[in-house]
């Protein structure tokens, strides 16, 4: 992961991070923990993401919580008092009372967005090397609701391919069935607009890549626009997933290709 500059005072937007996910293909690894505390070369996931953003420029983070909650609490408290603390990283949390999906964790974190500034979103099981200023500088050229990172991969069929216009703006999902062989998929970070918030309702579980991504498409053309990174990319949803990437930190992990 790359610094960049931000806004006019060189801050990079601040990063929520979805860190709500129970990790049931990794029970057998993780029994009592939520997926964002998995172990990777001897840490938990979440202090690694952490310490990538401190390193990146990012100065505030927002953690949308859900199942086993205490946890990433007990965790954050601890990271605290040691001797570095959080340094120069402000950490917010907002936890949701039900499972709310993507989108309605953003929702119900609303009341922390800052006034009318973009924000970061990332999934919290994933591990991406993206450029956090080519993103800000991307988003703002766009003028785009939301701006997405996309990663080449060799077999799309996992994730579904990106159908990606000409000039860089996200015309359609493709289906995994249907996403046999190479392309660009969804890298699960984001920039976003705050009143994409608006649209996410309270009453109910929604999701951003089922409910509000295609809303944004159906609303009109260049909604939402692409940004390609050409950095690590691993989900750390299954065990051999998990290996991999502490395999792969191990090795070499500021120059390594990406791969799933």
């Not at 505030?60 to 205490?70: A, P, S």
């Not at 009318?116 to 979103?121: I, L, P, Q, R």
């Not at 502490?246 to 791969?259: D, I, K, N, T, V």
């Amino acid at each position: 992961m790359t610094g960049g500059d931000g806004d006019g005072d060189g801050l990079l937007p601040p990063a929520w991070i979805l860190a709500g996910g129970l990790g049931t293909r990794l029970a057998g690894v993780l029994p009592d923990l939520p997926k964002a505390l998995a172990p990777v070369g001897g840490r938990p996931f979440l202090e690694l993401l952490l310490d990538r953003l401190v390193g990146a420029g990012f100065r505030r983070v927002v953690l949308l919580l859900g199942v086993r909650h205490q946890a990433i609490l007990d965790f954050l408290g601890e990271r605290a008092r040691r001797p570095a603390g959080q340094g120069d990283l402000r950490i917010d949390t907002a936890v949701e009372e039900r499972p709310l999906g993507t989108a309605g964790a953003l929702g119900n974190a609303r009341a922390l967005a800052q006034g009318d500034d973009a924000f970061f979103v990332l999934n919290g099981d994933t591990y991406v090397d993206f450029d956090p200023g080519g993103m800000v500088a991307r988003h703002r050229a766009s003028g785009a609701a939301v701006t997405m990172a996309a990663i080449e991969q060799p077999d799309c069929r996992r994730f579904g391919r990106l159908d990606v216009t000409a000039d860089g703006f996200l015309r359609r999902f493709e289906e995994k069935a249907d996403s046999a062989g190479a392309g660009w998929v969804n890298a699960g970070v984001y920039l976003m607009e705050p009143q994409v918030l608006g649209d996410i309702p309270d009453d109910r579980p929604t999701s951003l890549e089922r409910d509000v991504f295609p809303r944004l498409l159906a609303g009109g053309a260049r909604r939402i626009a692409v940004a390609r990174q050409a950095g690590a990319f691993f989900d750390i949803g299954t065990p051999a997933s998990l290996r991999a990437l502490g395999e792969l930190l191990a090795r070499a992990p500021a120059e390594s290709p990406a791969r799933t």
